[in-house]
């Protein structure tokens, strides 16, 4: 609590606008969450713990080791949750793997290497437009529904001429 008061209650030295105010205040309710959040994983972590230890004080029950064992690697791995949270709360990290995921994805093989397709390629005959765009074939094929029930919608059927 302590350590939160003091991060809310900060100035900055000098002259502040109100929208680096904003900004300031925005990132200090952002650093108490990610603080309340490590203090809230590590009291989790550490309670089965501390329960344990205190029930065997008092002679309430008898050790088991197994189960010392399971709530010491709970209590223990709550260091290992740090980082994830540092990193999930972290709008600059967030934004640093974005940008490596998509560097290491990848990139598109060249056209030229890529096999000819079986798919026809059509335009339209009189497009609205002027442009003569290219469709794939998936794009002009009806509805499986119609197909099944031999029904033709007129007003999805556009003329097609084929490109050789």
């Not at 209650?9 to 680096?20: A, K, Y």
Request: net charge positive; hydrophobic share 45%; charged share 15%.
């Amino acid at each position: 609590m302590t350590v939160a008061k003091k991060l809310w209650l900060r100035n900055v030295i000098g002259d502040v606008t109100t929208e680096q105010y904003f900004v300031l205040c925005k990132k200090n309710k952002k650093t108490i969450k990610m603080l309340m959040l490590v203090v809230i994983v590590f009291a989790v972590c550490w309670f089965p713990l501390n329960c344990y230890v205190v029930l065997l004080s008092s002679q309430t029950i008898h050790t088991n080791n197994a189960l010392y064992f399971v709530f010491h690697w709970f209590a223990m791995s709550s260091t290992c949750y740090n980082p994830f949270i540092y990193c999930w709360l972290n709008d600059m990290f967030q934004s640093e793997l974005k940008a490596l995921l998509s560097m290491c994805r990848k990139p598109p093989r060249p056209t030229e290497q890529r096999l000819p397709s079986t798919v026809p390629s059509y335009r339209l005959a009189w497009p609205a437009n002027g442009n003569f765009k290219r469709l794939q074939v998936s794009h002009i094929l009806p509805l499986s529904s119609n197909i099944q029930s031999g029904k033709t919608d007129i007003s999805a059927v556009e003329p097609i001429v084929t490109e050789s």
